[in-house]
């Protein structure tokens, strides 16, 4: 692969996660304290993470909806 074209081509067939990948070794940046504090509060124990916990439930017993869909005038 030797050409722009040629690479442009190759990341078109990529998937969704190697894309996501190859954007971090393209432009690695480190966490701010918002990414930092969201780590901590998805961590057993965190804010998040009883209701992560939560929702897996109910996804697992099928009691999920989607949210109503609303449309402005």
Same mark, same amino acid.
């Given at each position: $692969?030797? #050409?722009?074209? *040629?690479?442009? #081509? ?5 998937? /969704?996660?190697?894309?996501? *990948? !190859?954007?971090? /070794?393209?432009? &690695?940046?480190? +966490? =701010?304290?918002? =990414?930092?504090? $969201?780590?901590? +509060?998805?961590? &057993?124990?965190?804010? /998040?993470? %009883? !209701? $992560?916990?939560?929702?897996?439930? *109910?996804?697992?017993?099928?009691? /999920? @909806? +989607?949210?109503? @869909?609303?449309? %402005?005038?």
């Amino acid at each position: $692969m030797s #050409t722009v074209a *040629e690479i442009y #081509t190759a990341i078109q067939e990529l998937s /969704l996660q190697e894309r996501c *990948e !190859l954007e971090a /070794l393209l432009h &690695p940046f480190e +966490d =701010d304290e918002w =990414d930092k504090q $969201m780590k901590r +509060d998805a961590e &057993p124990g965190g804010k /998040l993470y %009883k !209701l $992560m916990e939560a929702s897996e439930k *109910e996804a697992k017993a099928g009691k /999920l @909806v +989607d949210l109503p @869909v609303c449309y %402005k005038k």
